[in-house]
């Protein structure tokens, strides 16, 4: 079936004013007496930044609440204060040495820090200077009236490169949700799922007896056909027995292709009955269908790589070949299908399927657009043209509500081409359906919102192909192949 986002937290220009920082578009950042301003709080008295302070701060006062404190001695990083709603004279105690009132007035603050700078000599000139040889000691520099000491956010604060332009235009990503304990659950689940098919081979997934049909690929097409009808099996492996090898696996879909071929070269239908099974990469070349890639695996090969091999190809099986350690040469041992190693995986783990809570529609399993239906009074030779044309292996029957009454399979062409009469194609859906055996399970359906739990557990207990999804009116949704559900078990990126 078909079938898959800077390095700090933004902020938007909202919180900026709300901060009372300057903007990145305010005008006031081009004065340059205003780079060096940070407003501590929205009440605060801002202190300015003098020639010879540390490193300038930068304009935008977001970029500075945000940044983590910094010691301009041991560069350690401090948290951040908390800015509260204090007045500005609580905000200003806190910065001040003891002895400094918190009501001086700006203008007073500034004009004692600018006579303190033009009386405080710079280290260098207070240092000894050598005149002729001999050290010539400065004199101690004059000092008026004694100066408060402030410390100046700027001693507190890294000055770090910021590109405006990027900053403007930024955009926070959304938030990821955080995952739910269902999600934990079931990613649990699921890695210990893949682990358990990791330590698992073929042979562990043969039934306690079963037999194995296979076909020399020698055989006439027809008389395989008698074969198949007669012991009710829909493939079976081919041997080439010249060559002592596998030779692929017949299904109904090579039978779907002579059909093609039959209607396509009618004058070719004398040589049908003397077809033979070798002949079928023939007739797939004739009537332009892609051919389905023959692959095999040995079966002490760990389920978990089996199962990634018959997914890379369109395959719903894989035959499991050997090798004689007398003869060097392979055999089959058996078939395994994707139904088989979900009933292995559904018997096995039921303590981790039992954790699969999402909906099948949640998961996006199946196929829910541009569905292929049919009528119970179309021709079985139009639905054959439609499963060539989509690649598809079963087509729901509806009826002219959109509700579901069945489900025409590959397999179901088998029957109607029994004997070589391939005039029966021109029969109707309906007909076609009554030559079903007595036994067969029929279809199984579920609903958009069944959760995988209740999927795996119908495999458990049933023989399931796929499910047919619809809805309350039993109206067609969407169709869930095996191959959907071992895609998510193997491949999905949710463990």
């Not at 081979?201 to 296979?214: A, E, K, T, W």
Request: glycine fraction near 4%; charge should be negative.
């Amino acid at each position: 079936m078909e079938e898959g986002f800077g390095d700090g937290p933004a902020t938007s220009g909202n919180q900026r004013e709300d901060e009372g920082a300057v903007g990145v578009d305010s005008p006031a950042q081009n004065d340059p007496r205003l780079l060096a301003t940070v407003h501590l709080s929205a009440d605060a008295v801002p202190v300015a930044a003098k020639p010879g302070d540390d490193a300038p701060l930068q304009a935008n006062a977001s970029h500075v609440a945000q940044e983590p404190f910094i010691s301009a001695q041991s560069q350690t990083p401090l948290r951040n204060p908390p800015i509260d709603d204090a007045p500005a004279a609580t905000t200003r105690h806190a910065l001040l040495e003891p002895g400094v009132t918190a009501t001086e007035s700006k203008a007073e603050v500034e004009q004692e820090a600018d006579h303190q700078r033009a009386t405080v000599p710079v280290t260098a000139a207070s240092e000894p200077q050598q005149v002729g040889g001999h050290q010539q000691q400065q004199p101690p520099p004059q000092r008026s009236a004694p100066v408060p000491h402030f410390v100046a956010p700027s001693s507190y604060l890294r000055p770090v490169a910021i590109n405006r332009s990027a900053m403007a235009t930024a955009v926070a990503p959304e938030p990821s949700p955080a995952p739910t304990i269902h999600d934990m659950e079931q990613t649990q689940g699921l890695q210990n799922i893949r682990e358990f098919l990791k330590v698992r081979c073929g042979y562990d997934v043969f039934p306690l007896s079963f037999r194995l049909i296979v076909l020399d690929h020698d055989l006439l097409i027809k008389k395989s056909l008698n074969i198949m009808i007669q012991n009710s099996i829909v493939s079976a492996p081919l041997w080439d027995s010249q060559k002592s090898c596998f030779a692929g696996t017949l299904t109904a879909t090579d039978y779907i292709n002579v059909i093609q071929y039959y209607y396509q070269f009618p004058n070719e239908m004398y040589k049908l009955d003397q077809f033979r099974l070798s002949s079928l990469p023939d007739i797939e070349k004739a009537i332009g269908a892609s051919p389905i890639e023959t692959i095999s695996v040995n079966p002490l090969m760990p389920l978990f790589d089996a199962i990634k091999h018959m997914l890379s190809t369109r395959a719903r099986r894989i035959p499991l070949i050997d090798v004689d350690d007398e003869t060097g040469k392979g055999w089959v041992v058996s078939v395994i299908t994707q139904y088989r190693i979900l009933k292995f995986i559904a018997v096995n783990n039921e303590h981790n399927t039992v954790l699969f809570k999402k909906t099948v529609r949640e998961l996006n399993m199946g196929t829910y657009k541009n569905i292929a239906t049919t009528r119970m009074d179309n021709s079985v030779l139009d639905v054959i043209h439609q499963m060539v044309a989509r690649n598809i292996s079963c087509v729901p029957v509806v009826d002219d509500k959109g509700r579901v009454l069945n489900v025409f399979e590959a397999v179901d062409i088998i029957p109607c081409i029994k004997g070589g009469l391939y005039e029966e194609l021109n029969g109707t859906i309906g007909d076609a359906l009554c030559k079903r055996p007595e036994d067969s399970p029929g279809i199984y359906t579920c609903s958009e919102h069944d959760r995988l739990q209740s999927i795996f557990d119908t495999i458990r207990k049933s023989r399931v192909h796929r499910l047919i999804v619809v809805d309350d009116d039993n109206k067609l949704k969407g169709v869930i192949s095996l191959s959907d559900i071992l895609t998510w078990v193997i491949l999905s990126e949710e463990a």
